[in-house]
């Protein structure tokens, strides 16, 4: 047997999320069975088949040779005619094996041991009446949530995910000496020639709605909760939020609850197709829905031609030289409300200056977990800036935040440089330009800006050593710091040192302020002092989010 199993799917749910759940199943099957890394497990395709095209060359191998098929269940696939004849032929092996001569005991108990289906996305409405005989079956391995739901999810979910991979894996493992005797047709049918197993339709088991509802980008979804053996069956109505329930048979059935889609528009422009497959692929997770450009003179000129729909954010591989630095500098002329994250392996090459306008920067594009939270963080603040554009409203905590951002007003970039970076980490900065509004009484908001932070950053350059009003702010912080028993101490400075300013002859800057652990920076070599200035503060917060 060439193939432990054979992945169906519509071509209509295509996507890196498809291929991702083939690879981790395929890798989950080679480590529980010790195989070599190079070995067959699966066999997955993702050829665009037209409505009437035969299969090819090594689907029709795959479907002779697999042992069994595991098939991603989706609105989509409930209609596929493809699917269903796809099921047919396993179908049509499975009683040609029978047939033969083989003793019973060492053949697959019955189709529910050779086609696996899994829940991909919910869907609401009837199945086709093979589909929910397999359901049914008590060795069919049920699923709280559809896996699309599972990666667009974080936390618990990823974990879940994970495990019913693992226990799917070893359930194919455990079915195939079994599946492994299935008989291959000779030779294989024609396309025209099989029809769809799914003819046949349930409408009693689930409902008198054949095509089922398919949610539009935006609308509400429903997802699984429990899938089996339930006596009723409960669905919330979308438009009055009310349930209803009906007693049936003990069979298996969807209990569906409704869930809300928050979708964030993503445009990725990149040269590589591997860079924008990865950034798609991140999107997806997070439920976005992203615009792919090679070119990046047409990304600008649909933001010309659409102003009304910007994306929230962009997302520009610098390493693209030309292409990308042009329309970095382009976004940020426009002084567009999204915000712009900048991808380079190579920031080394790059003036801090030369990064100004983006809201954070990220040095490896496949940290993907990294990646993906910043994504997030930074299409929401995307979003926010939009919101206020129109509303004039601004966030009523802004004057309570963590970290406490001091810094003179001629370095103004290079404070809202850094600001925006521990934004998209998540790490809320009280300076004094987003802060402030009109008519505050900006001396006192100071002083309780700087009471209320864990942490006092001080962005030290030529320019703050000449303000009094940075020192004295400095100063303020560091008296209260050192008012405090040192083993109570749970606030932090963290001194700034940009391009080497002059604290020669400073007694207060050279004796106590240099003795803290302090983050040293540069136009030219900027990246380990800002990792080390996210390092300290994560830290820093985390310690004390665990003391609450």
């Not at 929910?132 to 391995?141: C, Y």
């Not at 983006?358 to 299409?379: G, K, T, W």
Request: charged letters at 25%; glycine letters at 4%.
């Amino acid at each position: 047997m060439s193939h432990h199993f054979f992945l169906s799917y519509s071509r209509a749910d295509r996507s890196p999320l498809v291929k991702r759940f083939f690879e981790d199943l395929c890798d989950t099957i080679r480590i529980e069975s010790n195989l070599r890394r190079t070995e067959s497990v699966g066999f997955y395709e993702e050829i665009r088949y037209s409505v009437t095209s035969e299969w090819s060359a090594a689907a029709k191998e795959a479907l002779q040779d697999s042992g069994m098929m595991v098939c991603l269940l989706s609105p989509a696939y409930l209609h596929c005619e493809r699917a269903g004849k796809e099921w047919q032929l396993f179908e049509m092996r499975r009683q040609v094996t029978f047939a033969g001569p083989d003793p019973l005991d060492i053949l697959p108990e019955s189709l529910a041991h050779i086609i696996l289906p899994v829940t991909w996305s919910p869907w609401d409405g009837p199945l086709p009446k093979v589909i929910r005989e397999i359901l049914a079956h008590p060795d069919h391995i049920h699923q709280q949530q559809a896996l699309l739901t599972m990666f667009k999810s974080a936390g618990m979910s990823h974990r879940e995910y994970a495990e019913y991979v693992r226990n799917l894996a070893n359930q194919i493992i455990e079915l195939t000496p079994a599946a492994s005797r299935l008989r291959p047709l000779d030779p294989l049918p024609a396309m025209s020639e099989v029809h769809s197993a799914f003819g046949l339709w349930d409408e009693a088991a689930m409902g008198s709605n054949k095509g089922g509802n398919q949610s539009k980008q935006g609308e509400n979804t429903y997802q699984f909760v429990k899938g089996a053996q339930l006596n009723e069956r409960t669905v919330t109505n979308s438009e009055t939020g009310e349930a209803s329930s009906s007693n049936k048979q003990k069979e298996p059935q969807q209990v569906l609850r409704k869930k809300t889609r928050t979708n964030f528009l993503v445009s990725a422009i990149s040269n590589e197709s591997q860079v924008l497959e990865l950034i798609e692929e991140l999107c997806l997770l997070s439920d976005f829905h992203v615009k792919k450009y090679k070119d990046a003179e047409e990304a600008l000129t649909d933001v010309r031609s659409n102003p009304g729909r910007v994306s929230d954010l962009f997302i520009i591989d610098l390493d693209d030289a030309t292409p990308g630095q042009q329309v970095f500098q382009t976004l940020n002329k426009w002084k567009l409300p999204s915000t712009i994250l900048a991808v380079s392996g190579n920031f080394e090459r790059y003036t801090l200056p030369e990064l100004f306008g983006a809201m954070a920067i990220v040095p490896s594009l496949f940290r993907s977990e990294e990646l993906m939270d910043l994504i997030e963080q930074c299409a929401k603040i995307g979003r926010g800036r939009r919101i206020y554009r129109k509303e004039k409203v601004r966030d009523q905590a802004r004057t309570k935040r963590p970290v406490f951002l001091s810094y003179s007003s001629k370095d103004r970039e290079l404070a809202k440089f850094l600001s925006s970076n521990l934004a998209a980490r998540t790490i809320e900065a009280w300076t004094m330009d987003e802060s402030q509004d009109l008519g505050d009484q900006w001396r006192t908001e100071i002083r309780n800006g700087i009471k209320e932070a864990q942490a006092f950053v001080a962005l030290i350059t030529n320019n703050y050593l000449k303000s009094d009003y940075c020192v004295d702010e400095l100063k303020r912080f560091y008296e209260s710091l050192t008012s405090e028993p040192v083993d109570e101490q749970q606030r932090l400075l963290i001194p700034v040192f940009y391009e080497n300013p002059n604290i020669s002859g400073n007694d207060f800057f050279e004796r106590e302020v240099k003795g803290y652990t302090a983050a040293m920076m540069s136009e030219k070599d900027f990246l380990n002092g800002f990792t080390l200035l996210m390092g300290r503060i994560q830290s820093l917060l985390r310690n004390y989010d665990n003391d609450l």
